[in-house]
């Protein structure tokens, strides 16, 4: 009686054959084939395409004199204006970090008063456009014509609230709401056993703040506070119209006298993009600084990733001639 379970002939398994006569053949090689992706192609075609159209559709337009790019790039009105945008922008963001940090706290204590106050400050300055209060602080001189602080200072308030400071209120204000959600929740990020700990080592209040709570809330802050500042930058140019004479209108004025507005406008965006690039790597380095304690290894650096890129080329063309 046949069994259904028989083994296979020695035939039907070669490995298995040369096996017995004590030599087995290796495992063949995988033949992996790549899966072509005629997509990515097709999509990456499509896209150089249109840059290259966009591209041509600028250079070759008669309209723009590209020359008077690079004559005004470097012109003292532009840099003066790009001076003044930079300073607006550094002491704006200032005012909104210290009064952000006031304010979360206020937000954050048991003090119903306080935290009320904190809470109408960030509805009022975060609902309504940037643009609209520096207008407010421009024109403040129809509702209070003298600014009256007693035996400390009294003055007109058209001689007070210059360009210069209806700009600095207009946006260091506006930046201390959205500084004050910002610090709020780095705060709240950290572990309320830290400031349990810190009392019960009898640590006061505020100490307790500057000691323990705010370093490690600062993992939380910088990130976004670095975002701000970048954004800072680029509404700074809004101030145009308290008569600020930033970068923006620096290149308007010269724009409407040597008829180049565009080629001005063109000025004006290579002087943000480059603040803006330059205040993104202090980011970049200052967010790897706090990163040192919460993570094992920090990321690379952009020097590091060329380098890495660069020895693995070395690499490549070393085990390609040999």
């Not at 249109?50 to 600028?58: I, Q, R, S, T």
């Not at 380098?307 to 040999?322: D, E, F, Q, T």
Request: aromatic residues 10%; charged residues 15%; hydrophobic residues 50%.
């Amino acid at each position: 009686m046949t069994d259904k379970f028989d083994k296979e002939p020695a035939d039907a398994n070669p490995s298995a054959a040369l096996s017995k006569e004590g030599g087995a053949l290796p495992p063949e090689a995988i033949k992996a084939i790549p899966v072509r992706h005629y997509g990515r192609w097709v999509s990456g075609v499509i896209v150089l395409a249109l840059v290259a159209l966009l591209v041509n559709a600028f250079a070759t337009a008669e309209k723009i004199q590209w020359s008077a790019v690079g004559e005004y790039v470097f012109d003292d009105t532009v840099l003066a204006g790009a001076g003044r945008t930079l300073l607006i922008s550094v002491l704006a963001m200032v005012m909104g970090v210290v009064l952000g940090v006031i304010l979360a706290v206020m937000r954050l204590s048991k003090n119903p008063v306080t935290s009320w106050v904190a809470w109408v400050y960030i509805w009022f300055f975060r609902g309504t456009p940037v643009y609209v209060q520096l207008l407010l602080w421009f024109n403040l001189a129809l509702i209070f014509p003298m600014l009256n602080l007693g035996p400390i200072y009294k003055d007109e308030m058209v001689d007070v609230m210059t360009p210069f400071m209806a700009a600095l209120l207009g946006l260091g204000l506006n930046e201390a709401a959205y500084m004050a959600e910002i610090c709020r929740a780095g705060l709240m990020a950290v572990d309320e056993g830290q400031t349990e700990a810190a009392h019960a080592l009898g640590m006061s209040h505020g100490k307790t703040l500057r000691r323990i709570v705010i370093p490690q809330a600062m993992r939380v802050i910088v990130p976004p506070t670095g975002n701000e500042f970048i954004n800072m930058l680029k509404t700074s140019s809004l101030v145009y119209a308290v008569t600020y004479n930033e970068l923006l209108r620096a290149t308007s004025t010269i724009g409407s006298t040597s008829y180049a507005v565009m080629e001005m406008l063109f000025v004006a965006c290579i002087w943000y993009l480059v603040m803006t690039s330059v205040f993104s790597v202090f980011q970049y380095y200052l967010e790897r600084r706090y990163a040192r304690g919460s993570l094992r290894q920090l990321p690379p650096t952009p020097w590091q990733k060329i380098k890495a890129n660069m020895l693995g080329l070395g690499h490549a063309r070393g085990g390609v001639s040999a």
